[in-house]
């Protein structure tokens, strides 16, 4: 009785920290393709977890619990929630909804229409913003976006872009396209600067279980001139990098850009943090910094959607 009452003793924390795993896949329950990256979570807990490049996933749970609940979340599509027995395997078929921003297994979708408020902290206070998705307009699967700022005197800020269809044709890297104008005027710093540029964004979801932020490459033309009359402008080709990622999970979710351009005698950096909230709805903050000009913009904007 003794040797069983220690044998009992010696394994409690075991038996007590005993796990098993509920795995599976999650699918577009329309294309039944994988679905990378969907937020599987023990409901009511923070134990959870993300798929992988094929959808697949293996979650750790108590081998003490008889039945488990589990929450899918994927942006873009239905959230799920489903109640499995501890142990099991299973197929998960997201429905894709049609009013998000992201559908159809994860390849973004653009809003038809979306018009917004900036304002600069510094140099050109009062602006607005316009996006044309090109899937309405002009049946194409393009976008148009344009921004413009002025202190309704000298100073103004203009840009415009392009983005292009998503080119997928290199494995699991996809490859997005994107071709930017921008001129900026300002009185205190005395310059005028314009710019043509195109970026190509490259994205491979994952390796392994950490997940990858977007790549940003390009190239272009810019033309410096200062204000001052006796000076002389300067003009040339350069180089972009940068970065894309989205942090925190949903509702809560941002997304950040941060990129660089080499000119021929200066540096061009460009960053911007943006939240979604209320569906619909985005605020931000964007920066611009080149040689004498820095300016810090605040942005919300109202998006419109069609069914996809």
């Given at each position: ?21 509920v795995?599976?896949r ?21 134990n959870?977890?993300?798929s ?90 393009i ?32 490859v997005?396209?994107?071709?930017n ?6 009185v ?51 180089y972009?990098?940068g ?29 911007q ?36």
């Amino acid at each position: 009785m003794r040797l069983l009452l220690l044998l009992c003793i010696y394994l409690f924390p075991f038996l007590a920290f005993a796990q098993t795993t509920v795995s599976g896949r999650a699918l577009d329950a329309r294309s039944g393709a994988g679905l990378p990256g969907v937020t599987v979570l023990q409901t009511g807990t923070l134990n959870g977890i993300s798929s992988d490049a094929e959808g697949g996933f293996s979650l750790t749970v108590p081998e003490t619990l008889y039945s488990v609940a589990l929450t899918f979340h994927y942006s873009g599509y239905f959230s799920q929630h489903l109640r499995v027995a501890a142990g099991s395997s299973l197929l998960v078929r997201l429905m894709p909804d049609k009013n998000s921003l992201v559908a159809d297994a994860g390849v973004m979708h653009y809003p038809y229409l979306g018009v917004g408020l900036s304002s600069g902290t510094r140099y050109a206070p009062f602006g607005a913003t316009l996006l044309l998705g090109g899937r309405h307009f002009l049946h194409l699967p393009i976008s148009a976006t344009g921004s413009y700022q002025t202190n309704f005197s000298r100073n103004h800020s203009l840009l415009l872009g392009l983005v292009l269809p998503p080119i997928k044709q290199y494995g699991r890297i996809t490859v997005n396209e994107e071709i930017n104008y921008q001129h900026l005027k300002a009185v205190a710093p005395s310059l005028r600067f314009s710019s043509y540029t195109a970026t190509a964004k490259l994205q491979k979801y994952r390796i392994g279980n950490l997940r990858m932020p977007i790549l940003l490459l390009g190239a272009g033309y810019g033309r410096y001139q200062s204000l001052q009359s006796d000076a002389t402008s300067e003009h040339g080709y350069g180089y972009r990098f940068g970065l894309q990622h989205d942090f925190l999970p949903y509702p809560f979710r941002l997304f950040a850009t941060a990129q660089a351009t080499r000119w021929p005698t200066f540096w061009q950096w460009q960053g911007q943090l943006t939240h979604p909230f209320a569906r619909h709805f985005q605020v931000g903050i964007e920066g611009n910094y080149l040689r004498q000009y820095a300016e810090v913009s605040l942005t919300v904007s109202r998006y419109f959607y069609k069914g996809i």
